[in-house]
């Protein structure tokens, strides 16, 4: 599955995606329905899943829940047997979460644990042998810059995401040699519901939309890596290289606990 530049415009990046089979997971909200609904407008063949009902008119909607392995293969596997092949696999379902250590909740940080990162590792491993043996395919998974070091109030969430990173991370070594591309999309804050909050400070926070437009280039690109909004990106990146006593002065100051108790964050407005 070649590549085209990156920075393309969107008539390329539309163009890349046609004849494409992709599946998206956490389809019913946020960052994945709307990679859905555009990629549904172009045509695209796609199949959705979520663990709530996805509000799209879609042929192949699975409700199924990324925590639950068995439930996964299972119809991952009947969707490969209905397409016949699979091209790109976007792991979108994931959840934010407040669990500040001095009111530290077990019960979240497993939850959160639980989507992010093994919601991640259980939509594609069903996919893998397919891929391979097709020498061809995209594995995406959406992760998030808090993944690269640990935030205020975030523990569990930073953790959940750098687990998620360092997985794909290892996957894109192991799969190179079989031509299936492994790509990491860190957003920064996106105008979601799971952003609907007000415990901490986001800057730069873009829409879902803008969100979609950089995602789909980054894949059709065959990006490694990408990082948005580009200000949120290079603090991240330069936060990476400070000093633990210069962070730690820091990162209080410019992100101050209000107290808040541990809570989900999700893009689900009923939960």
Not at 73 to 78: I, K, L, N, V
Not at 168 to 173: D, V
């Amino acid at each position: 599955m070649g590549a085209v530049p990156a920075g393309l415009p969107g008539d390329c990046v539309k163009r890349f995606f046609q004849g494409k089979n992709v599946v998206i997971t956490g389809a019913a909200s946020g960052i994945g329905q709307d990679l859905a609904v555009v990629l549904i407008s172009w045509g695209v063949k796609v199949a959705l899943f979520d663990i709530q009902r996805i509000p799209l008119e879609n042929k192949d909607n699975f409700l199924v829940d990324v925590t639950d392995a068995e439930g996964m293969d299972r119809a991952c596997r009947a969707l490969i047997d209905s397409w016949g092949r699979v091209d790109i696999v976007v792991a979108a379902a994931g959840v934010g979460g407040i669990n500040p250590a001095p009111y530290f909740s077990l019960a979240i940080d497993k939850k959160i644990m639980s989507i992010n990162y093994f919601g991640t590792v259980n939509t594609f491993a069903p996919f893998i042998e397919h891929l391979s043996k097709n020498s061809s395919g995209h594995l995406v998974g959406i992760c998030s810059l808090a993944a690269f070091r640990g935030l205020p109030q975030a523990g569990s969430y930073s953790a959940s995401k750098a687990a998620q990173m360092t997985l794909l991370e290892s996957f894109r070594l192991d799969l190179k040699k079989s031509g299936v591309r492994v790509s990491c999309i860190h957003p920064g804050f996106v105008t979601t519901p799971m952003t609907e909050h007000d415990e901490f400070e986001m800057p730069f926070k873009v829409s879902v939309r803008e969100s979609t437009n950089i995602i789909l280039r980054a894949i059709a690109s065959g990006k490694s890596q990408t990082g948005y909004p580009w200000q949120m990106s290079l603090l991240s990146k330069l936060n990476r290289l400070l000093p633990n006593c210069v962070y730690d002065f820091l990162m209080p100051r410019l992100s101050p606990s209000k107290g808040h108790r541990p809570r989900i964050l999700s893009s689900l407005k009923e939960e």
